[in-house]
């Protein structure tokens, strides 16, 4: 059942002297019977509320239903897991101390590509890739042959065969996010992670805890607990708390067997996010806002889709290839036109990239004899033989559906592999190599600028703080000092709080006129002495910093002499650029210019589930990314924005960082959110004038809206 806050949550029990006629309330996913109807809407008013968490997977902000068919869904992915590995997995699970991801990676590792009986994959067949399931295990003079049977769709009755284990291609029996649900399932504690009783007598495991453990845990009432003593736990936040690290402590048990409450302890945010409990300020944090999932990809090829719609974005020029939106590229893919020109010119840049970098593509093109210029017509024979160079069996068993012109008819995760191939061979061109060295050197010098130039505005700012604070002493001194200077006396030297400086005090007293001159120079020396001795302790840090990142910038081919004068020169080039700008134009600037040379994007950081959240310049929406890479969504507007920025709770360090990243990009991430409202209200106006049109005078096909991704044209085309 979904929980509540962290915790099960009890159904309300049906009346037990309900009579035949009597009129009741029932809500439809519980069964749950009420005889009020203001019990009844309070219940289901909660129930709506994105409260509840799924007890299998700990998905939170959800509804009693969603929690529900999360729940229904989760455990048929359990029951996915083969009857033979069930044991051998609880056995790994049991009392084990390791994190879940750990645990997960484990038994992946040790389960990855077992071949059983009754295991269903692919086999090579006549040099094709083609699925299987392996019907006997058999042992041949030291070497393992498997009996299969073909399961090839256009034949009803299998053929059997005797293949090797080369011939088979295995892959885990199961993903990793059904076994984490496994595990979670099958448990109901962590730390050690101990399995439930019924399931372990089940399966005749051990339910005693073994003996590295009976210091750390014990029984109680058939229950593991923690049994740590009052003095280790102590000792233990003691020592962290000299480091002002978070100590979570539990009750703990004296001599006599009995449970005392500890002391409350002082806590230094920001901690770990899952180690923050709610407090009395919490209550202002909003409520998390449910991302939107209308992919029109499926969810599993979201992560693919972005990676290769930024590449081609972000390094567009050097492909020659004109920037489109990602709503366009989505389109694309989803159209069954084998000839869409986006598609064509986005594989075709690629592949003259890999042409033009005399590597094996390049060989392997100049050996058939094929025509340097990439066509609309023979772009799929470029396609075929890049995919025959690489021989990935998934993508390869497509060259025949390609070769026919059916490349439409294409799946997406295969679209989208192909793109990701020719990305990864991209990547290891000398071509864009050589562009991120470019880059590298150019943010490094425009970043320097900026530091640089911050420092010097940092300097007057301090200096003019310095001369205000003492022309203000000055004043204040000028109206004691005529009194003192009638009546001869040094006493203001006498009693100034800087006569601890020593050295400084003594070279003054040789050049005193006067009690009002000698306070005043005595405080904007002492001023300037500390001054002075701060920034030469810390300029050896900050030099030694900028030489290392500037010697990183250049390529290893050159000296340092050079290095230094080529960081130099360009450090010079932006200075001569930027001199007479204001400094809010200096600073935009210097910001745009770091923005275009595009190295990678990071994310904007992590929430306390772990989900990453990304934000692309050309695209108007933050994405959010979960743990395990499975599931996508993103926010469209402001208002969603400002909404999940209220619920990020600043005492966890990772929801901390978030929050200072989007309040530090603010301003830019709401301008790109407004831009694409702007443009999303435009597009469904245009929508729906087109709907409106009467059928004697519907617009062509490519006028509509939706289909924009047709008109698309590559302006940066190479002649």
Same mark, same amino acid.
């Given at each position: ?21 009597? /009129?009741?309330?029932? &809500? $439809? ?27 299998? !997977? ?15 869904? %989760? ?29 997960? =990676? ?60 080369? +011939? ?66 102590? +000792? #233990? ?9 978070? &100590?979570?402590?539990?009750?703990? #048990?004296?001599? +006599? ?28 944090? !909003? ?6 999932? +209308? ?134 061109? /000398? ?15 425009? %970043?320097? !600028? ?10 007057? $700012? ?27 006396? &040094?006493?203001?030297? *006498?009693? =100034?709080?800087?006569? #601890?400086?020593? =050295?400084? @005090? ?19 020396? @002492? ?15 900050? /030099? ?8 990183? %910038?250049?390529?290893?081919?050159? =000296? ?30 210097? *910001?745009?210019?770091? *923005? ?11 929430? $306390? ?62 301008? *790109?959110? @407004? ?26 096909? $490519? ?6 991704? @047709? ?9």
């Amino acid at each position: 059942m979904p929980l509540f806050k962290r915790k099960p949550f009890p159904l309300t029990e049906t009346p037990t002297d309900l009579k035949p006629q009597e /009129n009741v309330f029932q &809500v $439809r996913f519980t069964k749950e019977i009420f005889r009020s109807y203001s019990e009844y809407l309070n219940r289901i008013d909660l129930y709506r509320r994105r409260v509840w968490t799924c007890k299998v !997977t700990g998905r939170g902000n959800l509804t009693y239903e969603e929690a529900l068919i999360c729940e229904s869904n %989760a455990i048929k992915k359990v029951q996915q897991i083969p009857k033979e590995l069930i044991f051998p997995v609880l056995s790994d699970v049991q009392f084990s101390m390791l994190t879940l991801k750990d645990l997960v =990676n484990s038994i992946a590792e040790k389960f990855q590509g077992q071949l059983l009986e009754g295991s269903e994959l692919y086999g090579m067949k006549n040099n094709h890739v083609t699925p299987c399931k392996i019907i006997k295990i058999l042992e041949e003079d030291t070497k393992t042959k498997f009996e299969v049977a073909w399961l090839e769709k256009d034949k009803k009755v299998p053929i059997n065969a005797l293949v090797s284990a080369e +011939d088979l291609i295995t892959k885990l029996p199961f993903t990793r996010g059904t076994l984490k649900s496994f595990i979670k399932e099958s448990t109901y504690r962590s730390g050690p992670w101990v399995l439930h009783d019924k399931l372990a007598k089940k399966h005749g495991i051990s339910t005693d805890p073994p003996q590295e453990l009976k210091g750390i845990i014990s029984l109680r009432d058939g229950v593991v607990v923690c049994s740590r003593k009052r003095k280790k736990v102590e +000792d #233990e936040h003691g020592a962290q708390a000299k480091s002002g690290e978070f &100590v979570a402590i539990t009750s703990v #048990e004296n001599a +006599d067997g009995e449970y005392k409450k500890p002391k409350k302890q002082h806590i230094r945010y920001p901690i770990d996010d899952l180690l923050v409990g709610l407090a009395g300020d919490d209550h202002k944090l !909003t409520e998390r806002p449910s991302p939107c999932r +209308d992919f029109s990809v499926p969810m599993g090829c979201v992560g693919d889709l972005l990676m290769v719609w930024d590449f081609c974005t972000s390094f567009g020029r050097l492909l020659h290839l004109s920037p489109f939106s990602l709503e366009d590229f989505e389109g694309a893919l989803g159209h069954k036109d084998s000839n869409v020109v986006l598609l064509v010119e986005c594989h075709s840049a690629l592949l003259r990239l890999l042409m033009k970098d005399n590597g094996k593509f390049s060989l392997s093109v100049q050996n058939r004899k094929r025509k340097p210029k990439i066509t609309l017509i023979t772009w799929t024979e470029y396609l075929c033989d890049f995919l025959e160079m690489i021989g990935v069996l998934e993508l390869c068993s497509h060259i025949t559906m390609i070769k026919r012109g059916h490349y439409g008819l294409l799946d997406i995760h295969i679209k989208l592999g192909i793109l990701k191939e020719l990305l990864a061979q991209a990547l290891e061109t /000398n071509l864009l190599r050589t562009k991120l060295d470019e880059n590298y050197d150019q943010r490094q010098a425009f %970043a320097a !600028t900026k530091r640089e130039k911050a420092i010097e505005e940092g300097k007057k $700012r301090r200096e003019e703080k310095r001369r205000l604070k003492g022309e203000s002493e000055a004043k204040e001194l000028t109206g004691t000092g005529s009194s003192d200077t009638a009546n001869d006396s &040094v006493e203001p030297v *006498e009693v =100034n709080p800087a006569e #601890e400086n020593g =050295n400084v @005090l003594k070279k003054l007293d040789k050049t005193v006129k006067s009690p009002s001159e000698n306070s005043i120079t005595l405080l904007c020396s @002492l001023q300037m002495h500390d001054s002075e001795e701060e920034q030469t302790a810390h300029a050896p840090k900050k /030099n030694a910093k900028n030489q290392k990142a500037d010697l990183k %910038a250049i390529p290893n081919g050159t =000296n340092d002499s050079t290095k230094r004068k080529i960081h130099k020169m360009m450090k010079k080039d932006i200075k001569e650029t930027i001199e007479k700008k204001s400094k809010e134009q200096r600073k935009e600037y210097l *910001e745009r210019e770091i *923005e275009k040379r595009f190295i990678r994007h990071s994310p904007l950081g992590k929430d $306390r589930d772990y989900n990453r959240y990304w934000f692309f310049r050309r695209d108007g929406r933050i994405f959010i990314e979960n743990s395990d890479s499975t599931q996508w969504g993103y926010y469209s507007c402001k208002e969603e924005l400002d909404a999940f920025m209220g619920s990020l709770n600043p005492k966890g360090v990772r929801e901390w960082a978030l929050k200072k990243q989007l309040q530090k990009h603010y301003d830019k991430i709401c301008s *790109e959110l @407004l831009k694409r409202s702007k443009d999303l209200a435009q597009k469904i106006a245009m929508e729906e004038a087109v709907l409106r049109r009467s059928t004697r005078v519907r617009a062509p096909p $490519r006028d509509n809206p939706a289909l924009a991704f @047709l008109k698309y044209e590559n302006k940066w085309k190479e002649d």
